[in-house]
């Protein structure tokens, strides 16, 4: 798909404000919380300082993408769902991209493989020990089919 940016354009407001994708959230707008994050070509980016320029090109995955076309859940949304890791929300799509990034490049990561990933995503409720068992919960889930 192609859009065009102004120079100064953010990809989150890219994302946001003229494809309407609103799962990706803006938080800090300085690269502090991880709300943002989105996949840019497989690997966690934080959309709010990625200039939407620099994305040209590239292979971008929000938090809508994840989802089937029928609207069945990927096994990484039915585990934080499953295992109440949302809850005010905020942080949830950005957690979920990281695990998905993460998952991806380790489909079974240790606790601490998985704390390392997602230390750059802040949850306001601190809520982590959830969110770290729906990780969990959605590597075993995603073993044996490609859930990409």
Do not use: W
């Not at 707008?29 to 994305?55: F, H, K, Q, Y």
């Not at 606790?111 to 068992?133: H, M, P, T, W």
């Amino acid at each position: 798909m192609e859009v065009e940016a102004e120079p100064n354009n953010t990809l989150a407001e890219m994302l946001r404000e003229r494809l309407l994708l609103t799962g990706t959230k803006t938080g800090c707008e300085e690269g502090e919380c991880g709300a943002c994050t989105v996949l840019m070509n497989g690997r966690p980016i934080l959309s709010c300082l990625t200039l939407a320029v620099d994305a040209a090109g590239k292979d971008i995955e929000t938090v809508e993408g994840l989802s089937a076309p029928d609207g069945k859940l990927h096994p990484i949304q039915e585990a934080f769902i499953e295992n109440y890791a949302p809850q005010c929300g905020f942080c949830t799509s950005g957690m979920i991209m990281v695990a998905k990034g993460l998952l991806d490049e380790n489909p079974n990561p240790s606790v601490d493989e998985i704390r390392r990933a997602i230390s750059g995503n802040l949850c306001r409720c601190g809520n982590y020990q959830f969110i770290i068992k729906a990780i969990q919960s959605a590597a075993k889930k995603m073993k044996g089919g490609n859930h990409g």
